[in-house]
């Protein structure tokens, strides 16, 4: 993936966050800026980090579990999300969240290592390495089905249940 890629987007954020939110890859605008979550599913993903408290500027670090473009904004391949899973790793290590979001199924199969269906594992929690983590679907997925957000937002009350955002 690094081969068609202009530059690598490994994340962006507070640092020293409880919440980290994992996503799946960098689309054609964040290649371009360096940065995750910065169209409209960014818009969207901003907006429902405010109904919580949050910004990326404090409380949270958004990351994504592959950290180049995909060929024609592809979803990430099992494979690919292997290799990047060392930086995601780091990520994690060096912000020590107390709390994991898996926005969409790539990014759940990073954290968890396993493939899951979104529909059957969001609202609940799971754990990995002693950190919880909440599945919920991906900010684009909900442009495109609106109906599913009521869903995501029962999935940030319960992650804001399990560690409060301050």
């Known amino acids: 993936m690094c081969e068609k890629r202009k530059q690598a987007?490994?994340?962006?954020g507070d640092r020293?966050?409880?919440w980290m939110l994992v996503g799946e890859g960098p689309g054609a605008e964040e290649d371009q800026r360096g940065e995750p979550?910065?169209?409209?599913?960014?818009r969207l993903l901003d907006n429902m980090l405010a109904a919580v408290g949050l910004t990326?500027?404090?409380?949270?670090?958004i990351a994504n579990a592959v950290k180049c473009r995909p060929p024609h904004n592809r979803?990430?391949?099992?494979?690919?999300?292997?290799a990047c899973l060392p930086f995601l790793e780091r990520q994690i290590a060096l912000v020590q969240p107390r709390l994991l979001i898996a926005l969409g199924r790539p990014a759940a199969l990073a954290l968890l290592n396993t493939e899951v269906s979104i529909g059957a594992a969001r609202g609940k929690r799971f754990d990995r390495k002693g950190i919880p983590v909440v599945v919920t679907y991906h900010p684009a997925y909900l442009l495109r089905n609106p109906q599913d957000k009521g869903k995501a937002w029962e999935d940030l009350c319960l992650a804001r249940r399990l560690v409060p955002p301050a």
């Open 75 to 82: 979803t990430p391949e099992a494979g690919e999300i292997a």
């Open 37 to 42: 979550f910065v169209g409209q599913a960014g």
């Open 9 to 12: 987007v490994p994340g962006v």
């Open 16 to 18: 020293t966050a409880r």
């Open 56 to 61: 990326r500027e404090e409380g949270v670090y």
